[in-house]
Each structure stands twice: as structure tokens, then as C-alpha cells.
């Protein structure tokens, strides 16, 4: 009995190594070759998963737990929409070819310490919806992609993307980030990047010591007040800036001359009582979206420079609507440097 259950487990094993890694549908359905075991095998492939290309499937299983039996050599991993609570030790021990891991909405608390350590070739990580505290420790160097947005971390510390050099794209929204919320120069060894969005937070200021390579910075929905020239001194790679409902009732004199390259600011649903200054001069602004805010004047001169023509850049969005300023005061000249008027949305003032 013994034997005969052993030499089964060889025949099995050698049948699993000689079929092509690739299972096409259908083949085990029907006829099933001469001499093959009875038993079902095939490629490892963990119990109601798919596996296809190297692309492991196990989204919407009720998992509660990261499956065994994934095989080595797969490059993305989507357990995505399950009831995972907790990431352990060994959980992805030999993806060692892992270059995506989709964790998005599940239950995890925690990620053991050394959890991620063996997947030395990940590029993305999506986290979100989960209930993490904190960042994971211990992050690949070779992630390009970090996305936790709608969990539970109140602090980005000074450690938690040292030496994340490859990092482009930055989700960190809907989290309960409290005052600052990040610690000074969290971001500075993130070399490359050029996303970061930061919604929903409540974060106090603007985060310091924001890399150069940022072109998009996305901090709408906190509870920022001001804005200085400082917190975006070096930034001249930003295009686009969202800082749209906060508390701004300030834009620093200078601010917009330290992001030479800027096309987007959004400061609609903020305290401003004025334009921000710059804008004349400005060579590439587009897009100024300054509705609903205590904007009470708007001079000739706070959009476009003297005389006519001058302008290098046109406008094609600014919103001034539903500021206390009456439409009918501002004058039409004011507009001189933008060629489209399709694009001035002026409007009236409606209190809510
Ligand atoms: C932000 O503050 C408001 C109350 O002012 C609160 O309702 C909301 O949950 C907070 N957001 C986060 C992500 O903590
Ligand atoms: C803003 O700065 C410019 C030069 O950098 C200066 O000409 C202008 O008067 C300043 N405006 C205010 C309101 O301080």
C-alpha cells in the first residue's frame, strides 16, 4: 500500500513537470489521455483560484488568508475584494518574480515586519482599503507604484520610503493623517517620483521637502489654510497643483514664480479673499479654477500682464463663480490675454 501510494506521487510529479506551464480551458474537460492518472493534477494553482501567464487570480473568494500552492514564477498576484485581516512572515516566500500585488480591499490590520522582503522585483503595490495603522515596514526598493489610500494611517514617519528611489506614483489619500501629518523630508528619497496625491486627509500644510521631480501634487479636500512660497520652493517640475477644498485664505506673494512649469492650480472651495499673485507673468499657467471662495475684487491686472498679446501661454479654464465679487464689476479687460472666452466661467454669486 505504502509503495504503491509513492509510486503514484512520482508519476503525478513527473505528469505535473511535462505539461506545458500554460493550461488552456478545456483540455482537462473530456478525453483525458491514455496512461495520465486519474487523479486531477495539472500546473500548482491554489483551490478556486485562476492561473493563467504567470497572472494568479483570487479575487472575490472570501479569503481569509493568503493561499498556498501560488506558483513561484508568478509576476502579479490579485487577491483583491476578499477578508484577509493579516499578511504573515511567509506568506509570499518564494514570489521572488512578483512584480504586482493587488491587496485592495480586505480586512488587513497588520503586515508582518519581513513579509515583503522576498519579493525583490515588486513594482506595484495596491493596498487601499484595508485598515493598516501604518506603512508597511520594509517596502521593496523596486516598488514604482504605492497605492494605500481609505486606510487607517495617522502618521507618515521621516523612515517609511527610505531609499524608494524608483517610486512614481504616490496614493496616500483618505487617510486619518492628523496636523502635519507627515514628518519633514518623508519624501526626500523619493528621487523619481512625479505623482502624489494626498486627498481627503485633513492635513494641516502642505507636506515639506517635496521632491523636484513632482509634476503632479494632488492635496485637495484638507484642511490646509495657507499657502507659502516655500512649501513649493524647487518644484519646477509641477504642472498640475489641486488644492481645492481647504481652508486657503492665503496664497504667498512668490509662490507661483517658485513652479515655473505650473498649468493646473486648483483652488476652487477655499477662503481666498483675493487672485493669487503671479499669474501675469506666469509663462505656462492654463487652468486657474477659483470658485467658491470670499473673492470680493478682481483687478485688471491679476490675470493678464500690460498691453495685449504678451502672453505666452492661453488660458483655457479660469472659474470665478460663486465668489462675492458681482460679474458685472469686473471688467472685461481684465480678460485681455485669453483668446477663448468660452473658457472664463464668471457667473454669479449664489450664497448657499
Ligand atoms: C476629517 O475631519 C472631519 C471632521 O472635520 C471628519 O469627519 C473626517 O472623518 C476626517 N477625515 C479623515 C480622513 O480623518
Ligand atoms: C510681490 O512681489 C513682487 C516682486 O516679487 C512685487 O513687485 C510686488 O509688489 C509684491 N506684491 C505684494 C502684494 O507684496
Not at 483652488?267 to 470680493?296: F, R
Amino acid at each position: 500500500m505504502r509503495s504503491a501510494c509513492l509510486s503514484l506521487l512520482l508519476v503525478t510529479a513527473c505528469w505535473a513537470i511535462a505539461l506545458p506551464p500554460v493550461r488552456l480551458p478545456g483540455l482537462h474537460d473530456g478525453g483525458r489521455e491514455p496512461g495520465a492518472p486519474s487523479m486531477p493534477t495539472g500546473p500548482k494553482c491554489p483551490f478556486r483560484c485562476q492561473c493563467h501567464l504567470r497572472v494568479v487570480q483570487c479575487s472575490d473568494l472570501g479569503l481569509k488568508n493568503v493561499p498556498e500552492d501560488i506558483p513561484d514564477d508568478t509576476t502579479l498576484l490579485d487577491l483583491q475584494n476578499n477578508k484577509i485581516t493579516e499578511i504573515k512572515e511567509n506568506d509570499f516566500k518564494n514570489l521572488k518574480g512578483l512584480h504586482a500585488l493587488i491587496l485592495v480591499n480586505n480586512k488587513i490590520t497588520t503586515i508582518h515586519a519581513k513579509a515583503l522582503n522576498p519579493l525583490t522585483k515588486l513594482q506595484r503595490l495596491y493596498l487601499s482599503k484595508n485598515l493598516l495603522k501604518d506603512v508597511p515596514a520594509n517596502m521593496p526598493k523596486s516598488l514604482q507604484e504605492l497605492r494605500i489610500h481609505e486606510n487607517e494611517i495617522t502618521k507618515i514617519k521621516k523612515s517609511s520610503f527610505q531609499g524608494m528611489s524608483h517610486v512614481i506614483v504616490m496614493e496616500l489619500g483618505s487617510n486619518p493623517l492628523k496636523g502635519a501629518g507627515l514628518e519633514a523630508g518623508a519624501f526626500g528619497d523619493l528621487k523619481k517620483v512625479s505623482y502624489i496625491r494626498i486627498a481627503d486627509t485633513n492635513i494641516t500644510e502642505i507636506p515639506k521637502g517635496l521632491p523636484s521631480s513632482l509634476s503632479e501634487l494632488h492635496l485637495d479636500g484638507n484642511k490646509i489654510t495657507k499657502v507659502t512660497a516655500d512649501s513649493l520652493k524647487g518644484l519646477k517640475n509641477l504642472a498640475k497643483l489641486g488644492l481645492s477644498y481647504n481652508d486657503i485664505s492665503s496664497v504667498e506673494n512668490g509662490t507661483l514664480g517658485n513652479v515655473p512649469h505650473l498649468r493646473e492650480l486648483h483652488m476652487d472651495n477655499n477662503a481666498l479673499t483675493s487672485v493669487p499673485s503671479g499669474l501675469p507673468e506666469h509663462k505656462y499657467i492654463q487652468v486657474v479654477y477659483l470658485h467658491a471662495n470670499k473673492i470680493a475684487a478682481v483687478g485688471t491686472e491679476d490675470f493678464c500682464p500690460p498691453g495685449f498679446n504678451t502672453k505666452k501661454a492661453m488660458y483655457s479654464g479660469i472659474s470665478l463663480f460663486s465668489n462675492p465679487v458681482p460679474y458685472w464689476e469686473v471688467q472685461p479687460i481684465t480678460f485681455r490675454c485669453v483668446f477663448d472666452r468660452s473658457a472664463i466661467q464668471l457667473g454669479n454669486y449664489r450664497k448657499k
